[in-house]
């Protein structure tokens, strides 16, 4: 059974940044590509960012594009989500996620089968 268990978040200040964790059980983190996601209130979840198995590609929503930055961790079997310049539209619960094959690198939130509890991240203008 995997486990995925995010943390870092927190209150900020517009314009502030905060770096999320996702800390996943398992041995075959380096098999699969992992996504980022996030919900806002009273809004449906949505794609923030993926990055395939290896870490040397990645992709991300628009809206965060040129500020958030997803790297990882083999070895620690840790994901992590660099967040700059935050705007308060980007307050909203943070998940990290796997999908539900190995290598598949997808930005489709159905086809993650594994999710993480979420992290809250408020931005204050």
């Known amino acids: 059974q995997v486990q995925l268990v995010e943390s870092g978040g927190g209150l900020v200040q517009a314009g502030a940044s905060l770096r999320l964790s996702c800390a996943a059980s398992g041995r075959t983190f380096s098999s699969y590509a992992m996504g980022w996601f996030r919900q806002a209130p009273g809004k449906e979840r949505e794609f923030v960012g993926r990055i395939n198995p290896s870490g040397g590609v990645t992709d991300y929503a628009d809206s965060v594009k040129g500020r958030f930055s997803i790297s990882r961790d083999n070895a620690k079997n840790t994901l992590y989500l660099q967040m700059n310049s935050l705007k308060p539209e980007d307050t909203a619960v943070y998940y990290c996620?796997?999908?539900?094959?190995?290598?598949?690198?997808?930005?489709?939130?159905?086809?993650?089968?594994?999710w993480g509890q979420g992290t809250q991240v408020t931005v204050s203008s």
């Open positions: 996620a796997r999908p539900t094959r190995d290598y598949y690198y997808t930005r489709d939130q159905r086809e993650y089968d594994y």
